[in-house]
């Protein structure tokens, strides 16, 4: 999706409301963009229609949650074609850097902010966010909550570095930060 696009979206597409959405077509899900077990994605352009509808019954969130032992097997290796869906991860938020840019300032420079997640076992993984996702992550505020603090995180490219594996935010990652979702009242408890 060109940036055009994305900003022609922003205005229709408001998260939380319900839609039903015509003038769209299916096409085959890219590898970086598996974020569920289904094969095919929407395509919108700007003849899809979107008309707000009643929310009767929607969850807010869905989640297919993957455990931290099943994350060796989302390893996205470059020459193998498998789709793989990317993982979404719960887990406690534990720490986060500043945002920091990497790269040269005289091409291609982007901003980056690392963060500590753990589960309930206390296995940590680290996950990078980018671009505008590391700008906007509200490091203050979520360091000053109430802990443990719980994030959710949604279309993680899993890498390995090192032999440690760690997430990358792709195009569709999101975090939510104490979601209202079930696993939120085991994850306190502990």
Known sequence: MEPDEINYFKGILIPGKTYRIYGFTCVPTEN????????????F??????????????????????SYNQLPARVIDPFDKTKKPQPVLTGCYISSTKSDKIGNPNKNRSVFRKIEIQNLNRNSVELTLWGNLAESFNKEAIDAMEKPVIIAVSSCRVSRFRNNLQLSATPATYYYIDPDIPELQQYKAE
């Open 32 to 43: 970086w963009q598996q974020t569920l077990q289904n094969n095919i994605s929407l395509s």
């Open 45 to 66: 352009t700007t003849a899809t229609g979107f008309d707000v509808i009643e929310d009767e019954g929607f969850p807010k969130h869905y989640f297919d949650f993957i």
